[in-house]
């Protein structure tokens, strides 16, 4: 049989990123939830695992800090990213993941493509999906980042901005959190484990590379642009090993289930709660 | 003879070690000084726990017009009794309840159950009086009154947020539920972040779920290659 060819897509320092972001996530909506949905029982039971009703808070701080340094040090990376020589090709560009009108395009195809209208759009490195994915979480850390900044150090921040502005910031970081949630919980998992060409697991952003024929499917503006380029050979990856496969199938499984099983019970118990 | 520093050495060891002192030992803030915010925000504060504007006595005041007033008092169509009639703003009296009939024998909450739904109440599970103080209640405008806006923060937040200013009492504790009417009319900036949020919630949902389904449900008909 022959090997099956595969292309980077995903770096190292990407995939250390993604991990880290699904494990403080994680966390961050299980203390969140715990304390959210305290008035339910299954809120109470939630928030015991995490020590109480104090100590969850301390651990949703700790690694809300955490998030911010990982926000901070991947915007320098990004930075790092850019090239300032050739600056307009490096931010609209093929390889960006600035949204331009090709994206609007795209979306357009491919709404006429689900009815078989039209044929699939021809998407690039990344598709309008997977920007939408990468900035609704660049927009949404600072968010959370500063309301919750803002509710640790309360009496700190009413000397800059007016008092009122907190109950503004819990109302800001609860509903953007429940945004995220829902967001990931239904949307990003769906993409990533659901739909046919992923079930039952997309494996690129664990293995950091995706073998060439579901790149030619899948992104053929993409595999063009690579071929084109002559880097179909120089970009070439190893197959990921079967120990790291096992690990990186249950690991995304577990953030699967975990994942899911807080989503359930948050829709559930959603009628008890308030957003501010 | 000990050997001593000559007088003529002394300005060079004065000197090293007011340089090491400026430099190196901790500025006289970290230890001695009052932490301070700007003095426009000082200014600002003085003159909302002080009720003075330069010499001029100034009705207290939220710091917003984003924030209206929120002692408003619901009259009834029917009175509580014959004195109740007659009074017009609660907020302003020195016993906030004066008239109301049977009131040592009714509970906070038979009127005021709005009050208890809000953080302060369900999760830090404080009793009105932990904060609206003992027998007779007073108005929270009457000048007196511990709940005043002049003197709030010092006399009832600072009780459990140690260094609360004017501004941190600016907090709307019983806030209105943050997408009625009500918010509208006296919170308006709590109303609209609710409603912009609920937007791009609802919005982002009801695009992507049928988005992401659709793509599923399509994926499922492609035509294999070869």
Redesign the interface.
Known sequence: MMQTVRIKRFNILDRIFHVFLILTFLTQTATGFSRLF??TAWGKSLNAVFGG?DTSILIHKWVGILMICGFIFHTLYLLTRIDYNHLWVSLFGPDSLIPTVQDAKHLWQRIL??F?IGPQPGIGRWAY?EK?DYW?VYWGLPLLAITGVMLMY??IA???????????A???HR??A??AV??IF??HF??GH????SFPMNEAMFAGSVPVEELE?EKPVWFAQLKAEGKLETEKANPPSLLYKIVYFIFGYAALGFGVYLLVNGVINSQYI??? | MRNMIGINRMPIWIISLALFAFFLLPARSYGQGEEV?SYI?RYKQNEVSTGYYEEYEMRPG???P??KTFHRVDRKPFAYSSTAASIRNRSLLADSHRGIKFYDNRRCEECHINET?D?HT??ANLTCRQCHGPEPIAGIDHYYSPMNPIRRHAYVCAKC?????A??????IH?P??GSSAARAD?P??YY??WF??A??AG??AF??P????????????RK?G
């Open positions: 305290l008035p009703y493509w689900f078989g999906w939408f609704a309360p009496v009413s000397r800059y901005v007016p008092g009122w502005t907190l109950n503004i819990v109302l800001l509903a953007e429940i945004l829902s967001y239904i949307v769906f993409v659901l739909r046919p060409s499917e308030t957003l501010h | 915010t925000n939220n710091e917003s984003l924030v739904q953080i369900t999760r947020h140690q260094g609360a200013g501004s941190f009492a600016g907090y709307v806030e539920p943050a919170f900036a709590l972040s609710y949020m609920m791009l919630l982002t949902l992507f779920i988005h992401t389904i659709l793509t599923g449900v399509r994926e499922m008909f492609k290659k």
